[in-house]
């Protein structure tokens, strides 16, 4: 797997217990890991130290940015298992991307119609909640037009 390189962004060093191992990273430095371990080592819980007060020191957080996790490599290449392609629509039947959803639709209608499984129970029942009105959140288009 790629190797990425681990930001401290804090201006305090950094020094976490991983995998068994003390790592320490001065701040504004950076360490260089496999990218699997460093998405790990970046999402791991840190232990927040307080003050007298009872309030977070600034030693204690975690400013860790990994470099190189998501960007492509200098041979263009994004790092395989981490990252797709950030954008456009993927068919999940075969993996072809298209660039909009509506593509990616009737692409599905076209080649795909006889994988597709609809659950007649449950589009009853989403018939049936159609008057009910909705909570907080995103409202429904036709709520939007209106």
Known sequence: MAVVKVWNRNTFPHTEKFKGKTLTIAPGKFIEMEAGDA???KSAFSPIRVDKNGMPT??????????GLFQPSPSGEVHKGLATSLSGF???FDGRKFATQEELDSY???NHADKIVV?????RAMQAREGV??????PRKSEQTA
């Open 119 to 123: 659950d007649e129970d449950a589009e």
């Open 39 to 41: 998405l790990l080592f």
């Open 133 to 138: 009105k909705r909570g907080p959140g995103r």
């Open 108 to 110: 599905i209608e076209l």
């Open 90 to 92: 993927v068919c999940q």
């Open 58 to 67: 600034k030693e204690s957080r975690k400013m860790i940015e990994v470099e």
